[in-house]
C-alpha cells in the first residue's frame, strides 16, 4: 500500500459508506455496511462500483459489546480479526487485532487522547456546533506490536460535510499485517461512530 491511506465517508449518509484511497489519491477499497442487521458484516469493495469484492469482516456473535470481527479475503480464507478489549474502552477506544492463528494479540490500538474524543462527540451532539467540531478536534489512534513498537496511526482530519481521516505507517509491515490493520481501523471506525 502506498501510505499516507486517506478515509472518507460522508457525514449524512444512510448507510456508512467509506472510501479509502492512497497517496496518489488512487482507489485501495470501497467499503459498504449493510443496515438492519443483527449480526454485523461489512463488505470491502475493489471501488465504488462494488464490481468486485476484495474481504468481509464479519461479527461472531450478535449485537454484543465484546463482539469479535473476523477479516476474510473474497476466498473466504481468514486474514485475522479485532475485537475490542471490554471496560478498557469505556474511556479510551482499546482494540487487539488478533493473527488468522487465533493466537494472541499481534497488535493493540488505542486512543491517543480520550479528551478529543469525548469534546468531538459531546460538542457533535450540540445544533449548529456540532457541524465545525471536524474543524478544531482531531482524535489519534495509535497501532503498536506487542513488544510497544508504533506500526500505524490514524488521525481525524479536519473537515465539514465529510469525516476524514487519514492512516500512516510508522514502522515497516508485511502485506498481511497492513491489511489486517487497516480493515481493523474500518472496524474501529464504524463502531466508535456508532458510539458518538
Known amino acids: 500500500m502506498n501510505f499516507p491511506l486517506t478515509l472518507s465517508f460522508k457525514f449524512f449518509a444512510l448507510s456508512p459508506q467509506i472510501f479509502v484511497n492512497d497517496a496518489a489519491g488512487g482507489p485501495v477499497c470501497y467499503v459498504k455496511q449493510k443496515l438492519f442487521r443483527l449480526r454485523e458484516k461489512i463488505e ?42 471490554g471496560m478498557k474502552s469505556i474511556w479510551r477506544a482499546h482494540y487487539e487485532i488478533f ?53 500505524m496511526r490514524l488521525t481525524k482530519q479536519a473537515s465539514f460535510l465529510e469525516r476524514r481521516f487519514t492512516i ?7 502485506e498481511g499485517e497492513q491489511a489486517a490493520l487497516m480493515m481493523s481501523y474500518l472496524m474501529m471506525i464504524l463502531l466508535e461512530r456508532a458510539r458518538g
Not at 73 to 78: I, M, T
Not at 115 to 140: C, N, Q, R, W
Not at 168 to 174: G, H, R, S, T, V
Request: charged share 20%; proline share 8%.
Open 44 to 85: 470491502l469493495f475493489r471501488d465504488s462500483s462494488q464490481s468486485q469484492q476484495v474481504a468481509t469482516i464479519e461479527a461472531d456473535r450478535i449485537i454484543d459489546w465484546s463482539a469479535k470481527y473476523t477479516f476474510k479475503d473474497a476466498q473466504g480464507n481468514v486474514l485475522g480479526s479485532v475485537g475490542r478489549r
Open 99 to 151: 493473527p488468522p492463528n487465533g493466537g494472541p494479540a499481534a497488535f493493540t490500538i488505542r486512543e491517543e487522547n480520550p479528551m478529543a474524543k469525548i469534546l468531538d462527540s459531546f460538542l457533535g451532539e450540540i445544533p449548529i456546533v456540532g457541524m465545525f467540531t471536524g474543524y478544531f478536534i482531531h482524535p489519534k489512534y495509535l497501532a503498536t506490536r506487542a513488544d510497544g513498537t508504533p506500526v
Open 168 to 174: 500512516e505507517q510508522l514502522a515497516p509491515a508485511d
